[in-house]
């Protein structure tokens, strides 16, 4: 097998509901277009002069292996409120980027200020200047079945 630098990203989040926690995070995913692929997990580096798409391509084939940053949490816990978000930091140039992933029981704003600070923080302790600044989030409370929420970022070769 063989890895290409990926040259197209997109932003993505949802939530869901499932009869398990497991088949919340499915249809969760599929909420997003990203049900019928493999997720290949990746750590937190934007390669550079990605381009950021609005919308998943039509064409990925069924199986088809994506490098994906995400995060992720499921709960059963009824009234519980979970949020994962992800906090894209983009350099000046395009010149590459990172992405911060947070979980946890609290409220959307709790967490994007938290991917917040994360990027800000990678990007001070690299040198690097933060030209914009993007966050993917999602929320659910838990009423009667399980749930799952996840932010994603998902890089495509092509």
Not at 36 to 62: F, G, M, Q
Not at 137 to 142: F, M, R
């Amino acid at each position: 097998m063989s890895w290409t630098t990926p040259k197209k990203a997109i932003l993505l989040a949802a939530s869901a509901e499932g009869s398990t926690k497991l088949n919340a995070f499915d249809n969760a995913l599929l909420k997003m277009g990203i049900g019928n692929v493999n997720l290949v997990k990746l750590s937190s580096v934007i390669p550079a002069y990605i381009e950021w798409i609005d919308e998943l391509p039509k064409n990925i084939p069924v199986g088809m292996l994506l490098p994906t940053v995400y995060a992720h949490i499921e709960s059963d816990e009824p009234g519980s409120t979970i949020t994962a978000a992800l906090g894209v930091g983009i350099s000046e140039g395009n010149e590459g980027g990172l992405i911060y992933e947070y979980s946890g029981y609290c409220t959307k704003e709790e967490a994007e200020k938290m991917v917040h600070k994360m990027v800000e923080e990678g990007f001070k302790v690299r040198g690097w200047k933060l030209k914009e600044f993007k966050a993917a989030v999602a929320e659910i409370t838990v009423k009667d079945r399980p749930v799952a929420a996840i932010a994603a970022v998902v890089m495509l070769p092509y």
